[in-house]
């Protein structure tokens, strides 16, 4: 199986997709790719999805100064955004109870 199927399989198990929770992880994988530099959140803890750019992460590391969990975050985001080719990768931030992580996908 690969990356991108196993991620889906596990985010449709989440039970927070609803019935057609394969064809929209597989939409919101497009949109990001189409998107281009970035990464592609979804948080399961909110029940959120947005796309964060890279000029999106700086400007939430300088909202929030305050906040060090999300800070390191953030900055972890950025890292990884300087290690993905986005000519052939996506990247996906996973937000759950058990903590986040950054995959990337082959497109």
């Not at 064809?23 to 029940?47: F, P, Q, S, W």
Request: glycine share 6%.
């Amino acid at each position: 199986m690969t990356r991108r199927n196993d991620l889906i399989s596990q985010l449709i198990q989440s039970g927070k997709w609803g019935e057609e929770g394969e064809l929209v992880i597989k939409d919101l994988i497009t949109i990001a790719t189409e998107k281009g530099v970035g990464t592609l959140v979804l948080n399961l803890l909110n029940d959120s999805t947005t796309f964060m750019s890279v000029s999106d992460i700086e400007n939430e590391l300088i909202d929030c100064q305050e906040d060090e969990e999300d800070i390191v975050l953030l900055e972890e985001m950025l890292a990884t955004i300087n290690n993905v080719n986005f000519e052939t990768q996506v990247l996906i931030t996973l937000i759950t109870d058990q903590g986040t992580t950054n995959f990337t996908l082959d497109r």
